[in-house]
């Protein structure tokens, strides 16, 4: 385990980048426990859709007429297309989603304690217990914040599209984008500044070996290590969606010359985009939590 250097957080952030980088096989066990939860999961959805296909593909082809021309008829017909998917999904979902949430918590266990004793070496005192509770409370949050998120993008779309659309004025597209846009950014801020002590607590279980509550406990209280993480935890959220903005980007690139290109390029492009989007992603998950677990490690009082 690398000594935490002197200066800036984030100045010693890059500096785990260089030595996280030079260690693949790290970056390969974070992506690797991802697409084990993952795959079974995707799996399992396309199975249960296979029946649905004729209706799923309907569904397709009725989202595929809208366009921004007409934002009235564009909000009715995702408003359609919402129920009838919801109608199709609703006897899977409340068998999926704890399933689901139980498997990748599980799986996401084991695959971080594992990080953690690669990490850390003999000093790993990672906990499985610990670990399994805290990303369970933590994979709760992110259900909650996209329950949220997606009630708030109803709403807004109800309000600036339909509703007025009923009234018989025109449908101002533009606000409707902007402050979807503003709920997004601040759900995804705000779920950044409050979830960094149960990432934390996990990083100090595994320098320190402490129980849940004591780990908490001291993610939240330990103040020199709380003021280098809030540092690293808004660099993380930048990068996050520099991440984000520059795989969108990339996806609609090829969209120009959709007349000259094949269907296979289009999917092969955008595969390739999925899996390397998926690989600097976790890679930054392993920059952070080596960097938490040296500071957990460095500057406990």
């Known amino acids: 385990m690398s000594q935490k250097p002197k200066g800036r957080s984030t100045q010693t952030f890059v500096n785990m980048m260089a030595q996280t980088w030079k260690r693949p096989t790290l970056t390969l066990v974070e992506l690797g426990w991802r697409w084990l939860a993952g795959i079974p999961l995707i799996l399992w959805a396309l199975k249960w859709a296979q029946p649905h296909l004729p209706e799923l593909e309907a569904i397709w082809a009725q989202l595929g007429t809208m366009t921004f021309f007409h934002p009235a008829e564009m909000a009715a017909t995702i408003g359609v297309s919402s129920r009838q998917l919801l109608a199709i999904a609703r006897p899977l979902l409340p068998v999926f989603i704890p399933v689901a949430v139980l498997w990748w ?4 266990t084991f695959g971080q304690v594992l990080y953690a004793r690669r990490t850390l070496g003999a000093e790993s005192r990672a906990s499985l217990g610990v670990f399994f509770v805290l990303r369970l409370v933590r994979s709760l949050g992110v259900m909650l914040c996209w329950t949220i998120w997606l009630n708030i993008l109803l709403a807004v779309a109800h309000r600036e599209l339909h509703t007025t659309a009923t009234l018989g004025a025109e449908p101002d597209v533009l606000v409707f984008a ?12 705000g779920w950044a500044g409050i979830s960094w002590p149960l990432t934390l607590a996990m990083n100090w279980n595994a320098v320190h070996g402490d129980s849940l509550f004591a780990s908490l406990r001291s993610a939240v209280t330990q103040r020199a ?12 959220c930048i990068v996050k969606l520099a991440l984000l903005v520059l795989a969108l980007t990339f996806s609609a690139t090829p969209l120009p010359f959709s007349a000259v290109a094949t269907p296979e390029f289009l999917r092969n492009w955008w595969i390739g985009l999925i899996i390397l989007y998926s690989f600097m992603s976790d890679y930054f998950h392993g920059v952070r939590f080596r960097y938490y677990s040296v500071v957990c490690r460095d500057l406990a009082e």
Request: aromatic share 4%.
């Open 178 to 189: 902007a402050l979807s846009i503003v709920a997004t950014l601040a759900l995804f801020v």
């Open 225 to 236: 290590v709380r003021a280098e993480v809030m540092e690293i935890a808004l660099v993380m």
């Open 105 to 108: 918590v599980a799986v996401g």
